[in-house]
């Protein structure tokens, strides 16, 4: 049962434009919607995220949109930068505990 | 602030051997959390600790993995018999705070990269 999804693998975009990933949910119990990213040979790190009762939330070249009525969420990067290019991950918290369950991840590659 | 440190990086081993992994989280950090990424899939807990006690082991494969945090400070992971399907990344992150109605965001490790051959 894939509570969190990300139907997108990958996602290439021209630097200086706008990269918009997306992320859709089935549990409407989840608390926290959260955006990490991962580099080769790293662990995911901290980017962004959006209370439940928000539906928006902005930190500098990143926001975080969420529509609670169709369990959507996206991420928006503008302008995207190379250094931008890693896997991104959706995540949900809230319905059980401290669990955190992430989605399967986007690979965006920026395009100098 | 050092970060979540996890050893070895990468390890390699065939099927039925045993392995384990350690982890070391940030100083001060209650909740510990071990997390499976297989390829092409997003991490997956295996197992939470707060302090030294299990709070959610409900999708740690049992009759092979076992993990344990004595001190409530650093913890190990084991797979014995290891199986081809082990093969993934695991992931250590560790947390600033006890279970409770907000989030605290998890701090990850750079995992360790498993191939069972």
């Known amino acids: 049962d894939q509570q969190v999804k990300q139907n997108s693998p990958s996602l290439s975009v021209q630097e200086g434009r706008i990269s918009i990933l997306n992320c859709d949910y089935t549990?409407?119990?989840?608390?926290?919607f959260l955006w990490y990213k991962k580099y080769p040979a790293e662990g995911p790190t901290f980017l962004i995220s959006?209370?439940?009762?928000?539906d928006k939330n902005e930190d500098g070249r990143f926001t975080v949109f969420l529509n609670k009525s169709a369990k959507h969420l996206s991420l928006h990067i503008v302008p995207s930068q190379p250094g931008d290019s890693a896997v991104y991950f959706c995540?949900?918290?809230?319905?059980?505990?401290?669990?955190?369950?992430f989605g399967t991840g986007t690979r965006l590659a920026v395009r100098p | 602030e050092a970060g979540v440190a996890q050893s070895p990086r990468y390890k390699i081993i065939e099927k039925r051997q045993s392995v384990a992994f350690w982890c070391n989280p940030i100083?001060?950090?209650?909740?510990l959390y071990w997390y499976q990424q297989i390829l092409g899939q997003g991490p997956k807990l295996l197992i939470q600790?707060?302090?030294?006690?299990?709070?959610?082991d409900s999708q740690l494969p049992k009759d092979r993995f076992s993990a344990e945090r004595l001190k409530g400070v650093d913890s190990t992971l084991k797979i014995q018999p290891a199986k081809l399907e082990d093969s993934a990344v695991y992931l250590c992150?560790?947390?600033?705070?006890?279970?409770?109605?907000?989030?605290?965001?998890?701090?990850f490790g750079p995992g360790t990269r498993l191939t069972v051959l």
């Open positions: 992150a560790s947390s600033p705070s006890s279970a409770g109605a907000s989030y605290n965001e998890q701090f």
């Open positions: 549990n409407s119990m989840f608390d926290y």
């Open positions: 959006i209370s439940s009762i928000k």
């Open positions: 995540a949900a918290w809230g319905s059980s505990g401290d669990k955190l369950t």
């Open positions: 100083s001060g950090h209650a909740t």
């Open positions: 600790f707060q302090n030294n006690g299990v709070v959610d």
